[in-house]
């Protein structure tokens, strides 16, 4: 688990871009701040008209990586 990520999977039925939408609606209604992973362009474009932010699938796995190297570099920093 990674601090401030959320993983959200949707139900049987329903579409990953309907949870995106709730979602997505909901935090920022209530004032949160949202950033949404997705590489689809009407999605993007229906979660910056909310006033939330978009990054692409790309970029969410960089940071991922990046955020795994530096928790590594963290470990073997104070297990010396």
Partial sequence: M???V???FARKGHSADQVIERLAYGATGAGDMVTVAT???SQSDMVRGMGG???SATELERRMIEAEEEL???V???AK
């Fill in 2 to 4: 990674v601090e401030g």
């Fill in 76 to 78: 073997q920093k104070y």
């Fill in 53 to 55: 932010a978009v990054i």
């Fill in 72 to 74: 590594g570099r963290r």
């Fill in 6 to 8: 959320r993983v959200i």
């Fill in 39 to 41: 590489s689809d362009h």
